[in-house]
């Protein structure tokens, strides 16, 4: 390859990687903007979740058809970078297919191997069109994904199918090539198409087959500049989110030891701590706005793939209410994200007078909560809705005073009469009295 | 007659297990009679038990999920004050509630008791030969479907212990769709239970009860005094309370306990 095309090369993947970082750290630093929550203990069971859950896509598989078909992009993705590897060593030394020489025979086996995922790729990808477009799939189609997140998706599709028709492509030109020189007949799927361009010159041959090479590579820049605003981001951060995933039975919820040290120096004055003692941190109970939040609550976000599993299954969302664990996800994400842009501009974030809670999230949709834990069972990344929908309701709770009249009345009885209903505590155990003495 | 555990305790005596009620159980007159059918079956087996009585108080699990920390605190501290002051070991609960408030919220607050919820507790004293039902019960052959609670099931993986009790009367035990991990709410958790549901289409136990009565099941078991509330409720509004019943997975077995 030409020097030019060498250092032209060099400077885009230069380019591209170092855009790519900046925004990488950017985010980084976004998701440190949450609160301190230490979860790297048993790194046995958590590398165990990498492999089954993210790896493995362990959850997918409780919906065959779509389970199967991401399979296939998703091992497309993996496997086709280390073709990548190879198209950015050739790239930067100007050599041309250099594992071709030390793999021999192997070499094409390889490279059928991935024509073949690049060709289900393709395949999948249509199918996804097709459900997203044609078909309309509810969770797919729903109102909170309109606009940019619906466009999102669809770029993506497009993307994939772009890239996997350049890839194509170039093995047929090569395929062509190999068939008019009489030196063999390309690789396995492209040779099938090879023939067709073999009525074009060689000189046109190699002209297409490195524009495809160029298409290619200068299109996977562009997608891994785009990942970061996009939900596509999950191919990245499926793996940290499912390491960091919560190893504890879903029914507990996370404890709050300010309160709990409040109310014990409340009953015990003689535990309490002296004026002497550092006192603790104090922050605002529960969480208004993402900084409240826990990081992991923020490396939710940005894992989000908008899949609507979660709301597929909430049973407020299934019969009508506005709670969506989805939108949930999306509106901590694109808060986070403004919260980010504001510090990019003023260096500290300045109050912009807006809170994640009410501009983002209303109260209808927290109050429509079960706990029922639906979202996070069906989650195929571990994210947690439920984890931000707890946090934000203690915050409107005990620091908004912000509770329906029925919710007070429960309060109130519960501290009153030691149950949510406004019944004698006297009258606790009259079932055990009305009993049969025999039993 | 039922011990309370300052009984227990006044003849230096400890039984043999802690049966925590919960509100529901010990006020609500739906789930009064659960509370009854599996003391019942506790006397009747002999297993040696106690409540605590009046001295019992809400485990702060719907203060806690509606938001509100301060009062759960509150109640759990007491509790622990109560549970811990007299030794206690072990409780069984028919409230997946409270199991799961004591299973898995109260030990680091300092309560740690080893806890059971009935499904789990009556499966053992089947497998125990302790609880024997009896042969052509009122339920052999009659299609039941069971309704996972979500404080039972994903939150704690008890998934195949009630259905273990439920095969041990011989019925035909048919599936909703949604079942297992895949469960749908009864609509109570979170302290809804407490207040009017936000405006939608439909109320979420109505839409529960429709895929229950879908199964063409007779009755319909639940482990949950709030579910089988919930479910009785979009049972009558299917107007289908004549022909479905609604039954906690005790009352189904001291209905059918040999004599
Ligand atoms: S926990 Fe809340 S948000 Fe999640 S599925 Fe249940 S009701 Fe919906
Ligand atoms: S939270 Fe999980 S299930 Fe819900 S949309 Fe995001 S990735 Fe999908």
Not at chain 1, 326 to 336: A, E, F, G, V, Y
Not at chain 2, 132 to 157: M, P, Q, V
Not at chain 2, 185 to 204: N, P, S
Request: glycine share 6%.
């Amino acid at each position: 390859m030409h020097l030019l095309q060498q250092i032209v090369f060099i400077l885009c993947a230069g380019t591209a990687i170092g855009i790519f970082t900046k925004k990488v750290v950017e985010v980084r630093r976004n998701i440190l903007l949450g609160r301190d929550e230490n979860l790297t203990d048993q790194s046995g069971r958590r590398w165990r979740n990498v492999l089954l859950l993210a790896f493995g896509q362990k959850k997918m598989f409780k919906r065959p058809l779509p389970a199967v078909l991401h399979f296939f992009v998703y091992a497309g993705f993996v496997l086709i970078n280390i073709e990548v590897l190879e198209i950015l060593i050739d790239g930067i030394f100007g050599t041309e297919r250099i594992f071709q020489a030390p793999l021999g025979a192997f070499y094409n086996v390889v490279i059928g191997f991935f024509e073949i995922l690049a060709f289900l790729t393709l395949i999948a990808v249509i199918v996804f069109l097709i459900r997203r477009n044609i078909l309309k799939v509810k969770r797919l189609s729903m109102h909170e994904l309109d606009g940019f997140p619906k466009r999102d998706a669809n770029t993506i599709l497009y993307i994939e199918i772009v890239l996997m028709c350049m890839l194509l492509l170039m093995n047929a030109m090569e395929g062509a090539i190999q068939l008019k020189e009489g030196v063999g007949n390309g690789f396995l799927i492209s040779s099938l198409i090879a023939p067709l361009f073999t009525g074009l010159s060689l000189d046109m041959l190699n002209i297409i087959k490195h524009t495809c090479w160029w298409g290619h590579i200068l299109g996977i820049f562009a997608f891994l500049n785009y990942l970061p605003y996009s939900k596509h981001f999950h191919i990245l951060l499926a793996f940290p989110n499912a390491f960091y995933t919560r190893l504890t039975p879903q029914g507990k919820m996370a404890n709050m030891p300010e309160v709990q040290n409040e109310v014990l120096y409340m009953m015990q004055p003689e535990l309490a701590p002296t004026a002497t003692d550092a006192a603790p941190v104090q922050h605002r109970f529960g969480a208004k706005d993402v900084m409240d939040l826990s990081w992991k609550n923020l490396l939710d976000a940005y894992s989000c793939t908008e899949c609507g599993r979660c709301t597929s299954v909430c049973p407020a969302n299934i019969t009508g209410k506005k709670l969506s664990p989805r939108k949930i996800m999306m509106d901590t994400r694109d808060r986070l994200e403004e919260v980010g842009e504001n510090i990019n501009k003023n260096k500290n974030f300045v109050d912009d007078g807006k809170s994640l809670v009410h501009d983002y999230i209303s109260v209808e949709e927290l109050r429509a909560c079960t706990t029922c834990q639906a979202c996070v069972e069906a989650c195929p990344v571990s994210i947690e809705p439920l984890s931000i929908i707890n946090q934000l309701r203690r915050y409107l709770i005990m620091e908004e005073s912000n509770a329906p009249q029925e919710w007070n009345l429960m309060s109130s009885n519960i501290e009153n009469n030691m149950a949510p209903w406004k019944f004698s505590p006297d009258d606790r155990d009259k079932w055990a009295n009305e009993m049969e003495p025999s039993a | 007659m039922i011990k309370t555990m300052a009984e227990f305790a006044a003849n230096n005596e400890m039984p043999e297990v802690l049966f925590w009620v919960g509100c529901a159980g010990s006020f609500d007159q739906r789930a009064q009679r659960i509370t009854k059918a599996f003391a019942t079956i506790l006397t009747k087996v002999g297993v040696s038990f106690a409540i605590l009585g009046k001295e019992e108080m809400c485990t702060g699990d719907p203060a806690r999920r509606a938001g509100n920390e301060f009062l759960f605190q509150m109640m759990a501290y007491n509790n622990i004050q109560t549970l811990n002051g007299y030794g206690i070991k072990k409780i069984v609960t028919i409230c997946p509630h409270c199991f799961n408030i004591f299973t898995n919220e109260y030990p680091e607050l300092g309560g740690k008791y080893e806890v059971m919820h009935h499904s789990t507790f009556l499966q053992q004293l089947i497998n125990e030969g302790r609880v024997r039902i009896k042969e052509g019960g009122a339920f052999k052959g009659k299609k039941i479907t069971y309704h996972d609670s979500c404080y039972l099931g994903r939150a704690n993986g008890i998934y195949e212990a009630p259905r273990e009790v439920l095969k041990a009367l011989d019925a035909e035990l048919v599936e909703m769709k949604r079942c297992g991990s895949n469960g749908m709410c009864c609509g109570a958790g979170g302290a809804q239970m407490f207040k009017e549901e936000e405006a939608g289409t439909t109320r979420i136990n109505f839409e529960r009860a429709e895929e229950a009565i879908e199964t063409g099941a007779k009755i319909i078991a639940a482990n949950c005094p709030y579910c089988t509330t919930m479910l009785t409720d979009g049972v009558k509004s299917k107007e289908k309370e004549d022909d479905v019943k609604v039954l906690d997975i005790a009352e189904l077995i001291e209905a059918s306990l040999e004599d």
